[in-house]
């Protein structure tokens, strides 16, 4: 069975890719993605914020007295000598890229134009196979209309494209007011893929203590239908790989992205509840839905229920809506209960 797909430039043995959490973190753990299945790899983000916050600590503690007790500080290493700021994470991509045999794909989370540019060019230089633009912007400020919120996001990506060569993904958000014309502009702009979707972490609030809540609540199959909607959209309308992202949790999620368009199907969430041995499970269930089929490569599965490839294209489209209203039924139970309950 041929599972292989490319990927933003790269082939892939599968399509299954372990995005970034914590387990991407660790070596040992990247071992075990790879051992079990996995056909890349992305690091955890590279926070610009991280590394500015802790070189001003490392400036603060060096500087803090050189008036009072000049001649201690030669016990300080110089700052260009201290390994902190993205020593580490560099590292990591240059470890990784010898620990396993699978695409690493290093993420980038900037908050300038300089850092996006300078950490974007240290990554290709530690061997990263790629690059994934984590755009996380919320768009907060009041003035700023749906058009500056787009064209910072081309901005970011033209100014990496022009830095690396190796290949670009960026991650959509699901909130411009035209997805579809967003995806294409990204790609003419440069992107190899588009990652669909950045899940934008929302607080919730704390009623007893009267304090916001930053918890973190992973993804779950309920959230697959508006990533499902937008690959089937795109798929065969973009040169750009597709990757399907959120609420992958077993290998029905993984068969319908890939029905619908996906290149690629990335999980994090099941990773982290179940373990890196899951890709496995992942891989398996994969294996035996095509088998069960007689498909025989992926490629007669890929696409084959996007918009383009049905005979009833509405089905994604406003129609399909208004028909699902119409034929819904109240539930047995909800029936003969007051309107103000069943609300």
Request: aromatic share 6%; hydrophobic share 45%; net charge negative.
């Given at each position: 069975?041929?599972?292989?797909?490319?990927?933003?430039?790269?082939?892939?043995?599968?399509?299954?890719?372990?995005?970034?959490?914590?387990?991407?973190?660790?070596?040992?753990?990247?071992?075990?993605?790879?051992?079990?299945?996995?056909?890349?790899?992305?690091?955890?983000?590279?926070?610009?914020?991280?590394?500015?916050?802790?070189t001003a600590r490392y400036e603060h503690l060096t500087s803090a007295h050189d008036d009072s007790w000049p001649e201690g500080l030669s016990n300080f290493p110089r700052l260009a000598d201290a390994q902190h700021g993205p020593h580490h994470y560099l590292e990591l991509v240059r470890r990784a890229r010898q620990a396993v045999g699978v695409p690493v794909i290093a993420s980038l989370n900037g908050i300038s134009d300089e850092g996006w540019i300078s950490y974007a060019k240290q990554l290709e230089q530690a061997g990263a196979n790629g690059l994934e633009l984590n755009i996380y912007f919320i768009p907060a400020d009041l003035a700023a209309t749906g058009r500056d919120v787009e064209q910072r996001y081309l901005d970011i990506l033209r100014l990496v494209?022009?830095?690396?060569?190796?290949?670009?993904?960026?991650?959509?958000?699901?909130?411009?007011?035209?997805?579809?014309?967003?995806?294409?502009?990204?790609?003419?702009?440069?992107?190899?893929?588009?990652?669909?979707?950045?899940?934008?972490?929302?607080?919730?609030?704390?009623?007893?203590?009267?304090?916001?809540?930053?918890?973190?609540?992973?993804?779950?199959?309920?959230e697959i239908r508006l990533p499902l909607l937008w690959l089937a959209v795109l798929s065969g309308r973009t040169r750009a790989s597709l990757a399907a992202s959120t609420g992958v949790n077993s290998a029905e999620e993984v068969v319908k992205y890939l029905l619908v368009g996906a290149d690629v199907v990335m999980t994090t969430s099941s990773l982290l509840r179940l373990g890196p041995g899951h890709?496995?499970?992942?891989?398996?269930?994969?294996?035996?839905?095509?088998?069960?089929?007689?498909?025989?490569?992926?490629?007669?599965?890929?696409?084959?229920?996007?918009?383009?490839?049905?005979?009833?294209?509405?089905?994604?489209?406003r129609a399909n809506y208004v028909k699902i209203l119409h034929d819904y039924r109240v539930p047995t139970l909800a029936v003969g209960i007051p309107r103000s309950i069943a609300q």
């Amino acid at each position: 069975m041929d599972l292989t797909t490319r990927y933003m430039g790269l082939q892939l043995k599968n399509p299954l890719v372990a995005s970034a959490s914590p387990l991407t973190g660790e070596l040992d753990s990247l071992r075990r993605l790879e051992d079990a299945g996995a056909a890349a790899l992305i690091l955890p983000s590279l926070f610009q914020e991280d590394i500015e916050a802790e070189t001003a600590r490392y400036e603060h503690l060096t500087s803090a007295h050189d008036d009072s007790w000049p001649e201690g500080l030669s016990n300080f290493p110089r700052l260009a000598d201290a390994q902190h700021g993205p020593h580490h994470y560099l590292e990591l991509v240059r470890r990784a890229r010898q620990a396993v045999g699978v695409p690493v794909i290093a993420s980038l989370n900037g908050i300038s134009d300089e850092g996006w540019i300078s950490y974007a060019k240290q990554l290709e230089q530690a061997g990263a196979n790629g690059l994934e633009l984590n755009i996380y912007f919320i768009p907060a400020d009041l003035a700023a209309t749906g058009r500056d919120v787009e064209q910072r996001y081309l901005d970011i990506l033209r100014l990496v494209r022009k830095a690396v060569s190796i290949p670009v993904a960026i991650k959509l958000s699901p909130y411009f007011s035209s997805v579809g014309n967003m995806a294409m502009a990204l790609h003419d702009a440069g992107a190899d893929a588009l990652v669909l979707f950045n899940r934008f972490y929302q607080p919730d609030l704390d009623l007893t203590r009267l304090q916001v809540l930053n918890d973190l609540k992973l993804s779950d199959p309920s959230e697959i239908r508006l990533p499902l909607l937008w690959l089937a959209v795109l798929s065969g309308r973009t040169r750009a790989s597709l990757a399907a992202s959120t609420g992958v949790n077993s290998a029905e999620e993984v068969v319908k992205y890939l029905l619908v368009g996906a290149d690629v199907v990335m999980t994090t969430s099941s990773l982290l509840r179940l373990g890196p041995g899951h890709m496995a499970t992942l891989l398996a269930g994969l294996e035996k839905w095509l088998d069960a089929r007689e498909f025989a490569s992926l490629k007669h599965v890929r696409g084959i229920m996007s918009q383009r490839s049905l005979r009833d294209p509405q089905a994604f489209e406003r129609a399909n809506y208004v028909k699902i209203l119409h034929d819904y039924r109240v539930p047995t139970l909800a029936v003969g209960i007051p309107r103000s309950i069943a609300q």
